[in-house]
């Protein structure tokens, strides 16, 4: 079997990205309580347990390369070596390690690009904290994995139980695979844009069937289109960023979030939009620079099948009307639910024609091109903005999970936030809970506490209205 693969156009172009002066890879926070009976380093335990679960997790043993001359995107090699001691750091916060303190130093880890001659991930073992628990941060390049993709990754390290029997140990990890030949690699690559281009020319009879088919007819198609985008009116979320990221985290109960979906006939994630508006719009609110029209929330949807456990992104996004100049919260929840059921629609009539690949003839020179254009032309603050911030909801595991023995008490998200769109709200559901990761450009929003802190009021109020 080949031991070097390419990236698909769109792993690819979160490689592109970066270009930007922006860090393009996700992560969470788990908070965590010790293993019973725990003697040494919790480090290097972690250490062993990672290294006795990569074969379930190739993801974790893949490095990139450069396709000579640049004549596709970069290529995946399989099989790399792994070096423990970088891949599974441990630090320690200063007394008396207070939320504050490891808010901070996760939003500095965060910050910091990733090495690429390395595989895309680390993980941080964080000591030191006042409640004697164990934070865990960890980070994984958007181009390995989209948000569903990173749940099976999760899947593979983490238990339900806190001794489960011993899988079968993956081959030794500082084993170095064999080196590639350029020529190889040059033929893999060429193979690899020709297929993609390919696949498109193959794919344009469907497509066009599938437009006038699927949307009854292809006027019809580019209407749905032109109607389904919107311009956000301008923000002080719409700016070109700096290196310097803030954190905050939120716990709600998921069952109180569910009946309120249900008492008004709606889903979770309107609940979870719902709520998102309303902090945004009271923090904004008490700095004077609220918004006259309705914000636009970016909106991550998976393009992925229910059984593709594939380790890479099928993701796309959407806009969503955050009515942040409406008052009144029940009317707010309803809108983004009139919001959400269009986004439904249109996801189902035009997921056919969103392309998750596209050919990397030469990619890596004209994308770094095009970011430094934007990058230094600073057109996030030129251009109208299509967003004013992304808000994601991603289901997570259902029950309490161990990681090497270790209890899982919190599982907080973490995303990315790039020139344009200062402003992240990842959600994800765990053991009953909504956790929340807000992540902010600190010159923007300096405070993203102000957010997570009146969360829980907003919930409170939108039962109110329900019980009213």
Known sequence: MPNSRPLSGLDASFLYLEGLGTPMHVGSLM????????????????????????????????????????????????????????????????????????????????????????????????????????????????????????????RALLDIEPDPPRRQAATTAREASAPTGRTRLATRAVGATADVIGRWVRGIPQTVKLAAAGVAAPRKTLSGLRESLMLAPRSILNVHIGSERALAVCSLDLARCKQVGKALDGSLNDVVMALCTTVLREALKRRSVLPKKAMIAGMPVSLRAAEDGEANNQVSMVQCELPTDESDPLARFHRIQAATIKIKSRVQAFNALI???????????????????????????????????????????????????????????????????????????????????????????PRPQSLADRLEPALEELEQSVNA
């Open 31 to 154: 908070l965590l309580e010790p293993p019973a009976g725990l003697v040494g380093s919790f480090a290097d335990k972690l250490r062993d347990h990672v290294a006795d679960r990569l074969n379930a997790a190739a993801p974790l043993r893949r490095v990139l390369e450069n396709a000579p001359l640049g004549i596709s995107h970069p290529l995946w090699r399989e099989q790399a070596p792994l070096d423990m001691e970088w891949h599974i750091q441990q630090t320690r916060l200063r007394a008396p390690g207070s939320h504050g303190a490891l808010m901070g130093m996760v939003a500095r880890l965060h910050a910091e690009p990733m090495a690429r001659d390395r595989p895309l991930w680390q993980l941080v073992v964080i000591e030191g904290l006042g409640d004697g628990r164990i934070a865990l941060y960890s980070r994984i390049h958007h181009a390995l994995l989209d948000g569903q993709g990173g749940i099976a990754l999760a």
């Open 355 to 445: 392309p998750t690949d596209f050919p990397g003839l030469a990619a890596p020179f004209w994308a770094a091109g095009l970011s430094r254009l934007w990058e230094r032309g600073k057109l996030s603050e030129r251009l109208p903005p299509l967003a004013n911030l992304v808000i994601s909801n991603v289901p997570g595991p259902p029950v309490p999970l161990y990681l090497a023995g270790a209890s899982v008490q919190q599982y907080y998200p973490i995303s990315i936030v790039t020139h344009g769109l200062a402003l992240n709200i990842t959600v994800q559901s765990y053991a009953g809970a909504l956790e929340f990761g807000i992540l902010s450009c600190r010159k923007a929003l």
